[in-house]
């Protein structure tokens, strides 16, 4: 399997090297050359299958060489027996025919951990191998951080920076990320927005000199193997409940639209997707762009779901090279169109786009509302984007005799004070993290400032080597 740049001008390289690289060197992000099809039958075939075995199924096909199977075949069945459900991702019933997928049994109690986890062992196998190290730099709007230096921390060919926004994610969220103590993990509070952090991001990733210097990779979304490994759960859902030939919908709670782009994924892969419903909170401009045609950059409105508070959703543009005809130049186009202001679709592109996603919005105050009203009815503590995908599953039902399965994207203990509010129950942190709130934390604060991240990145990768 062969990945090429959504910009059409950079290498095309095999899985590991277009995940040591990240985003590509046009500017663009890695997509597989064309999408491996699953029968109705190999669908079929997965049903009753444990959660590591579908994943081992789902995703060989797009590894290639850089693995053999055996070592591929173990290392999945390792990474997700850390998960803390057996199932992994539980389906529990909502309503007739209405589900909640839980991906929230991992490490940092956030969907992220399902693809980090795999990603972490992936890296560590490939640089191993090739005896080589990596400087690992990441924008967070909250919970890919924690992901990430979960599936990181203590790795020795690894140094991982993190940025997120200052004062901008839940406590839990921070701590999560300060008070990991192995020193190749270094958090960084950016005085800005995600979509600050993400444009730092991408300026160090553009900065050939500097990219490097530091032999910087990423584990942001923009890298394929996150994409990857998301794409699993879509499939583990689907064969649960019976869907080869029948349909299947789901709604996703999105920001940065790497979730629900993996849902895409799967369709393409054959997976039979009736929808899939885009649900965003108040930072609407995706389901604004199937709304309208049109995508213009906002400010970023912080809410109580702070892990889509964003307004340039970077896998947004893995889709639409699809929806351009897989045409490089014209997505740089378009790229540059939406920095410059406004990018906007063809009639035709609007009308092959609203065949796939449905769009829905809900503000904070829909959100404790159906935090509240999901509690009442069944018990049910949701998380804030998980209310949003549940009210937005309930809203884009569409046929009803198609299931719809809401994707629960972090655990209610994540965000006790929104849930508090809604509920009046504040959710505990399961066992192992339960001290949280009492260890100590590490971490520093930048402007948002390139030279001023660059430098610092130097710094301490400077002292690792004298120590
Ligand atoms: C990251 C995140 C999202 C948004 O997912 P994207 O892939 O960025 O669209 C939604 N909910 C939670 C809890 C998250 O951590």
Redesign the pocket.
Known sequence: MRYISTRGSAPALDFADAMLTGLARDGGLYVPESWPRFSADEIAALAGLDYAEVAYRVTRPFIGAALDAGTYRAMVEQTYRVFTHGAVAPLVELAPNHWLMELFHGPTL???DYAMQLLGNLFNHILGARGRRVTIIGAT????GSAAIEACRGREAIDIFILFPHGRVSDVQRRQMTTVDDSNVHAIAIDGTFDDCQALLKDMFNDPNFRDEVAMSGVN?INWARILGQIVYYFVAAAALGCWERKIAFAV????????YAGYAAREMGLPISHLVLATNANDILSNLLATGTMTQGPVHASL?P??D?QV?S?FERYLFDLLDRDGAAVAQAMTAFQDGELALSQDALGAARDVFAGFRMDDAGTLEEIGRRYEASGQLL?P?SAIGVAAGAAKRGDGTVPMVSLA??HPAKFPDAVEQATGIRPPLPAHMADLMERTERFDVLANDLAAVQGFVRDRLAEKEVA
């Open positions: 956030a969907f992220k709007s909250g919970d890919t979304s709670p999105t920001g940065n639209f790497g979730n629900i779901s892990s889509m964003i959703a896998n998380d984007h994207t972090a």
